[in-house]
């Protein structure tokens, strides 16, 4: 039996909770053991372990995960990291005056950089698109 273990790192903005382990924010190293089945045409393999790497004080600890408990950690410090970005981030346009109300000028989208959430393209064009539809 032919054993092959992948590392990663992953890493959480705020404190989390898997496995029954109550951890804090940072940068946590991931192995997965898969064994390896050996067919007529390919080769395939088998998850058998998903461990998480905690660095204590004294000692670097292993601990088993289940690795659906650990992708819905990680979805769910995306979606807190991702509520608090509400905002463009200063770094990259400067910083911006967030006080002001937002422009009313240009009805379909805002002319310039704005320091409000922005809309990605595709949904602008549909919703221009649906008002060009209903002038016709």
Known sequence: MTI???SSTVEFDAPFSVGGL???????HVE???DVIETASRAVYRRVA????VQTATEIEHHPVDPTELAAALERDREIRMASTDVIPTTLFGSVDTSA???TAAPHG????SPW???????RTVARDRL???DR
């Open 4 to 6: 092959r273990t992948t």
């Open 22 to 28: 109550n951890l804090p924010a940072g940068k946590y």
């Open 32 to 34: 997965t053991d898969e």
């Open 50 to 53: 998903t461990t998480l790497r």
């Open 101 to 103: 109300d937002p422009p």
């Open 110 to 113: 805002v002319a310039g950089i």
């Open 117 to 123: 959430r922005s809309i990605p393209m595709w949904i």
């Open 132 to 134: 060009d539809r209903k």
